[in-house]
Structure formats: structure tokens, C-alpha cells
């Protein structure tokens, strides 16, 4: 055991020297800005900067608020708060709060947790069981057998057969069409000729 200990921590230290080792050869070798590299390229740059197109070097990235660029000088990834726009040609500043990544300026792709977007705002959308909110916990659409209930402040479970929509857990309060509810469920007319029933079996 205490020579698999001795075995790991030596092994450990060697791996250690060698990256740094490798980071101290890339640095004289391709310049201070070269985090990675091969016997004869620099593979990776710091962020900021790209390989230049014969690896010899690395080159600023001229994108403003751009965090790493590709060899044909497109961005590929943004700095916090800003969005890659036009094909990685632009990197902009998201301004809609509690936005992670926006399509456009003023219009959100994805929000933070637990934040939804919905028509171009991030909402916070902490209701249970809720997947898109249409404003700060008013609930637009539920889970799958689930649907807003009291004006969408919650998601109510509704697996009755022919409900359309549940107004309190497995209560239903508007069934199909030849669907009546009675005491929450629905029941089918069964009346002939009849369209719709007031009642169960009272066209």
C-alpha cells in the first residue's frame, strides 16, 4: 500500500512538471500568448487570441468582447454578457435581464434557471410542473397531463379521460365534446341525435 502511495504522488509530480514543462516550451517557442502546442505548432492560444494560419504564433482576435476565435477570424464563443451575432462576426451585449443567450439584442433564447423566455423576456417561472410562463409565475403551458389552473398561478394534474382542461387536481371542469362532467369526471352522452348534454342523459 505505501509503495502504491509513493508509486501515485511520483507519478502525479511528473505530470505536473511535464505540463508545465510543455507550457514553459510553448511560451519560447511561439510566444507568451501560446497555452498549448505540438514539437513544431501552437495548437491552443489564450483567450483573446487564435493560432495564426502556419501555428508559428498567435494572433489578437480583432472581434470586440470576443473569449475565442477561430482560424478564419469568426468568434465562437462570446465574453460574459455578450452574444455571438451575424455568423460569429459580432459579439453583442445581451440587455435583457436574467438572459444567458440572446438571438438578438433585445430578444433571449435561453434564460436562467429558474427564468423562461417568452416572447423575447425572461420570466421567473418557479410554478411546479410548468414549462413556459407568460409572465412572472402566471403559468402558460404545464407538463404533459398537466394545466393551468386559478388564472395559471398553478399546474393541476388532469388524467380524466375526455377533460380538456382541470380546474383543481384530477377535478375536471370542462370536458369534450359529448362530454359532460359530473362530480369531475366526464361522462359520454349517450343520448341519440343529441349534440350536447346538459346532464347525464339530458340533451
Avoid: H
Avoid at 507519478?11 to 505540438?38: D, K, V, Y
Avoid at 491552443?44 to 477570424?73: K, M, R, Y
Avoid at 460574459?80 to 436574467?98: A, K, M, R, W
Amino acid at each position: 500500500m505505501s509503495f502504491q502511495r509513493i508509486s501515485l504522488s511520483v507519478l502525479l509530480s511528473i505530470l505536473l512538471l511535464c505540463g508545465f514543462a510543455n507550457s514553459q516550451t510553448c511560451t519560447t517557442q511561439f510566444g507568451p500568448r501560446c497555452f498549448n502546442c505540438t514539437s513544431n505548432a501552437c495548437t491552443v492560444c489564450q483567450d483573446g487570441f487564435l493560432v495564426s494560419p502556419n501555428g508559428q504564433t498567435c494572433l489578437e482576435c480583432n472581434i470586440q468582447n470576443c473569449q475565442q476565435c477561430s482560424a478564419d477570424n469568426r468568434c465562437g464563443t462570446c465574453a460574459s454578457g455578450f452574444t455571438v451575432f451575424t455568423n460569429g462576426v459580432s459579439c453583442q451585449e445581451c440587455s435583457v435581464p436574467q438572459c444567458t443567450f440572446c438571438n438578438s439584442p433585445n430578444s433571449c433564447g435561453v434564460c436562467t434557471p429558474p427564468f423562461t423566455a417568452n416572447s423575447n423576456t425572461c420570466f421567473n417561472c418557479s410554478i411546479t410542473n410548468c414549462v413556459l410562463c407568460s409572465a412572472t409565475n402566471i403559468c402558460q403551458t404545464c407538463v404533459n397531463q398537466f394545466n393551468p389552473a386559478n388564472n395559471g398561478t398553478v399546474c393541476v394534474q388532469c388524467g380524466i379521460n375526455n377533460c380538456i382542461t382541470c380546474s383543481s387536481n384530477n377535478f375536471c371542469g370542462n370536458c369534450g365534446a359529448l362530454n359532460i362532467s359530473v362530480f369531475g369526471t366526464c361522462v359520454t352522452c349517450q343520448m341519440d341525435f343529441c349534440v350536447a348534454c346538459s346532464a347525464d342523459n339530458v340533451c
